[in-house]
């Protein structure tokens, strides 16, 4: 069996190829090179150029490195042709990001519920005023989860678990003990109507790209945190940028951006509300996703079906 690596991090590769190999000892893995067109049974991929599939024979699934597929299906509008429509993409599921989602969630939620984030500004400002802030009421510090796929489900029942009362949106509806539930588009405003904290963990698709965006922001409660851990491709920056400035958003905490790295000159880094994070909110953690990935190829190779499978036209 022949197994094709992509990481973008040359440094990386080397690890990923070692625990592949232990994973897979029978297999003959290979870390891809410009000009590679031998056939492979599976590529292991993230964020790889449309080369990499181009005259590819042979190939039986590929492997996405990571939760989002958004990369890997641009190829395919990019490059049209290339990545095989019969060819089944599989995504991560889980493998270590969901606690990981969960502790940032938590995290950034509590931070703005018992307003850390206007203590941290006080002392930035080097303002000595020693001011006690009344803690936001825990029972209408309402949020709102959207996605409650694999990583957002967790965040949801994570949150709830502190007390918080949670919402999540989805596509499909679901049932979450604890969780006030609402799918597809006619419920998105009951959704948004009254969120306090606005927790992004949607799939980036043509129909979510754009979706933190100005009109959206309007039907939270005023002064709405919003805490974007998805894709940089949900965010309308300059909505966000005049929603913050009009009090409409109180602050926000982002994970990911239209641009990565974010620019040194981009807006964000000097507004004093808005955190960052580099994409780390829930990295691929190498030795479950290799198990995972390890234990779907034997699958695959017995004839059996697997989960993960990323609907195409649906683009996650
Ligand atoms: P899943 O595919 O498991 O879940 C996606 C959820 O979004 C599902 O509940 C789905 O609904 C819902 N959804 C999709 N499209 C729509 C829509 N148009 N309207 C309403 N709901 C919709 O994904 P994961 O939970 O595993 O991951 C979510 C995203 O998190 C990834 O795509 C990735 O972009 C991001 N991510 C970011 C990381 C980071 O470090 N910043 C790390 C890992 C992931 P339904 O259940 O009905 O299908
Ligand atoms: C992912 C990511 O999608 O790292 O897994 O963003």
């Known amino acids: ?20 190999t232990r994973a897979l000892p029978h297999a003959d893995i290979r870390a891809w090179q410009p000009g590679d067109t031998a056939p492979a049974d599976y590529a292991l991929v993230w964020r790889p150029p449309h ?13 996405n490195l990571a939760a989002g597929v958004d990369a890997l ?26 606690d990981q989602m969960a502790e940032y ?9 018992r307003r850390f984030d206007e203590y941290e500004l006080a002392q930035r400002r080097s303002d000595p005023c020693w001011r006690p802030l009344a803690a936001h009421a825990r029972e209408t510090f309402t949020v709102g989860v959207l996605g409650l796929g694999v990583l957002g489900a967790h965040v949801a029942k994570t949150l709830a678990s502190l007390g918080l009362p949670v919402r999540g949106y989805s596509r499909s509806r679901k049932s979450l003990e604890g969780i006030e539930t609402f799918a597809g ?16 963990l949607l799939p980036s698709t043509p129909e979510t790209d754009g979706i933190l965006n100005r009109s959206t922001f309007a039907k939270l ?32 905490t982002l994970d990911v951006f239209a641009q990565e790295p ?29 198990a995972q990935i390890a234990e779907k190829i034997a699958a695959l190779e017995r004839g059996e079906r697997v989960t993960g499978v990323v609907n195409r036209a649906r683009g996650y």
Do not use: Q
């Open 51 to 63: 080369e990499l599939f181009a005259e590819r024979a042979g190939l039986k699934a590929v492997f």
């Open 185 to 200: 588009h006619d419920e998105f405003d009951a959704f948004l109507d009254g969120v306090k904290v606005l927790v992004n």
């Open 73 to 98: 299906l641009a190829i395919e509008r990019n490059a049209p042709g290339t990545l095989p429509p019969d060819v089944p993409v599989i995504r991560l599921e889980d493998t270590g990001m969901a």
């Open 221 to 252: 409660a005023r002064g709405a945190y919003l805490i974007n851990l998805a894709r940089g491709a949900h965010l309308v920056e300059a909505d966000l940028l005049d929603a913050l400035g009009e009090g409409r958003i109180a602050a926000a």
């Open 1 to 20: 069996m022949d197994i094709l690596v992509h990481l973008p991090e040359a440094a990386e590769t080397a690890e990923w190829l070692s625990s592949l």
């Open 262 to 290: 974010l620019p040194p000159d981009h807006r964000f880094w000097r507004e004093p509300r808005v955190t960052i994070t580099p994409h780390v909110s829930a990295v691929t953690l190498r030795e479950p996703a290799v």
């Open 105 to 113: 969630a938590a995290y950034a939620v509590l931070r703005y519920l």
